[in-house]
C-alpha cells in the first residue's frame, strides 16, 4: 500500500476493498474479480423450480457431478446462478461445496439473471446452460422464457439446426450466432439446452415423484451439461 503521499489515501482505500474481497467467505455471491476471460459456464439448478424436483436431492446431485467435473475444467470454471438472495437451492449447495472442499475459483454461486450476468452483474461467461422443455421451444416461463426472449429468434433458428428435440436427461450444445443481443451484449456464444427430470404433473414426462428414476435422470442431466461444456473448451 506504499505510493506516493498523493496518493496515500487513495490506496489505502484500494488496498482495503482488496482485503474486503478476500474476506469474502467462500462460495459466496459477487466473485465477479477474476479476469474477463477464463472461460465460464453459468447454469441454473435444474429441475427445482417448474419441474418441482427436490432441492436436497437436486444439490446433492449437483454438487457430487460439480467435484467430478471440476477436475477436469483446466482453467475453466462453473457458476451456479439463481434470480434471489434467498434461494434456497444456493444455499444448500453453498454449504455441500465448502463441505467437501471445492475449489471456489473453480466453482461458485451468483445471484442474478443469468441473461444479463455481464451486463448487470460484471461477471463475464461465454457458456449459459438452459433448463429446457422436451420440444426446444421458447417461452413455459422460467429460466427457458428468460433465455430465448434474450437470445432473440437466432437462438429458435440455430436450436432447430441441431436438434429437434430433447429426452430427459440429455443435453444439446448450440453455437449462439454472433447477431443474437445475448452474444452482443453478454459475450455469450455458446447455449447448452438440459431437460432434467420433471416431478411436475402439469408437464410432460412427469416421474409421479420416482425419485429413483429422478436422480438418475438429473445425474445423467448434469454429465451430458458439463460434457457439453467441455466439448466446447476443446
Ligand atoms: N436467471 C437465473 N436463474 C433463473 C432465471 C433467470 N432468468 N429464471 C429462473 N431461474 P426453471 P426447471 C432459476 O423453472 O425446474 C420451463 O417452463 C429458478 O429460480 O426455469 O428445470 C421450461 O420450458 C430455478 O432455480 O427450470 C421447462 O418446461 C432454476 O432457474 C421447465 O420450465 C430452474 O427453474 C423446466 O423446469
Known amino acids: 500500500c506504499k505510493g506516493p503521499d498523493n496518493l496515500l489515501s487513495l ?13 469474502l467467505p467462500k462460495h459466496s455471491i459477487g ?7 477464463i472461460p465460464t ?13 427436490n432441492s436436497e436431492k437436486a444439490s446433492d446431485i449437483m454438487v457430487e457431478k460439480v467435484e467430478e467435473f471440476v477436475k477436469k475444467l483446466g482453467n475453466a470454471r462453473l457458476v451456479l446462478v439463481d434470480l434471489s438472495h434467498g434461494s434456497k437451492i444456493l444455499s444448500l449447495v453453498r454449504v455441500k ?5 471445492i475449489d471456489s475459483k473453480k466453482f461458485f454461486t451468483f445471484v442474478g439473471d443469468i441473461t444479463q450476468l455481464y451486463s ?6 461465454n457458456v449459459i446452460a438452459n433448463a429446457a422443455n422436451w420440444r426446444l421451444k421458447p417461452g413455459g416461463g422460467g429460466v427457458n422464457a428468460a433465455i430465448f426472449s434474450a437470445a432473440g429468434p437466432a437462438l429458435e433458428v440455430a436450436t432447430k439446426e ?5 429426452v430427459p436427461g440429455h443435453a444439446v450444445v448450440v453455437p449462439l450466432p454472433s447477431n443474437s443481443p445475448l452474444y452482443i451484449r453478454e459475450g455469450v456464444s455458446h447455449i447448452i439446452h438440459v431437460l432434467g427430470p420433471n416431478m411436475n404433473p402439469q408437464r410432460p414426462n412427469c416421474l409421479k415423484d420416482d425419485y429413483i428414476k429422478g436422480c438418475k435422470i438429473l445425474r445423467d442431466a448434469y454429465t451430458s451439461l458439463f460434457d457439453g461444456f467441455l466439448s466446447v473448451l476443446r
Open 162 to 166: 441441431r436438434a429437434a428435440s430433447l
Open 41 to 53: 459456464l453459468a447454469f441454473p439448478s435444474i429441475s427445482t423450480a417448474d419441474f418441482q424436483f
Open 31 to 37: 466473485c465477479d474479480v477474476t479476469p474477463d476471460s
Open 11 to 23: 490506496s489505502a482505500i484500494a488496498c482495503k476493498e482488496v482485503k474486503e474481497i478476500e474476506d
Open 97 to 101: 461445496a465448502a463441505q467437501r472442499n
Open 120 to 125: 448487470q452483474g460484471g461477471l463475464r461467461c
